[in-house]
């Protein structure tokens, strides 16, 4: 019963360990792509949603 126990204690902890290794790689992955530059000049229109701070067109009107 004791071995049983210790097996069972043993199984959890590299679950523990496996399942804390993917959520950190997860996690790097997420910070990588949220910092990660653009590429795009500024002035360029977003694709957020949010108001761009320099338009071709306003200096044409």
Do not use: C, Q, Y
Request: overall charge positive.
């Amino acid at each position: 019963m004791k071995k049983l126990l210790a097996l069972a204690v043993v199984a959890a902890g590299v679950l523990f360990v496996v399942k804390r290794n993917k959520d950190a790689k997860a996690e790097a992955d997420l910070w990588r792509e949220a910092t990660a530059p653009t590429g795009k000049p500024l002035g360029a229109v977003s694709t957020n949603g949010s108001a761009p701070t320099k338009t071709s067109d306003a200096a044409n009107n």
